[in-house]
């Protein structure tokens, strides 16, 4: 991991708490994106910062998952496996989310929800559902 990462000014964690708005879901979403445990947390703090304070209320966790998604290998695949995820009324293993989409688009399914982390719980035993972590994301891909 980063232990060399210094810690966020006060300056930086007030532009996160503002691109935040009043909304819970939008600041944890955004830690656990910057602390994924697989990406260099500098970069991922300073695409948060970037993220524009101009928000309409209750659109910031759009736009925070669209940027989560811009940030993926190939974002129209990671859009289709989080749209199945989120579809589902119960949850699958990734095993079985892989079955369900077929040889083409199942063949690299844990690879792409990795890449998902800060909006889902990819569990470390394959045997486990993959879980979506807020209602909203099941909002994000239904409009």
């Given amino acids: 991991r980063y232990s060399n990462f210094p810690q966020p000014t ?14 819970f879901i939008v600041a944890s979403t955004m830690m656990k994106f910057i602390d994924d445990g697989y990406h260099d947390p500098r970069d991922r703090l300073h695409l948060m910062l970037e ?24 974002p129209a695949r990671a859009y289709l496996h989080l749209s199945v995820v989120a579809s589902l009324a119960d949850p699958l293993s990734i095993s079985q989310i892989s079955e369900l989409l077929g040889p ?16 889902m719980d990819i569990p470390t035993e394959s045997s486990l559902p993959v879980n979506i972590h807020h209602s909203s994301v099941r909002d994000y891909v239904s409009d």
Avoid: H, M, W
Wanted: hydrophobic share 35%.
């Fill in 10 to 23: 006060s300056r930086e964690l007030a532009r996160l708490a503002s691109r935040a708005g009043r909304r």
């Fill in 104 to 119: 083409g688009e199942g063949r690299d399914v844990e690879t792409v929800l990795v890449q998902l982390r800060s909006v």
């Fill in 51 to 74: 993220f524009t304070s101009e928000l309409l209320p209750g659109t910031e966790v759009y736009k925070l998952y669209d940027r989560i998604l811009a940030t993926c290998t190939n």
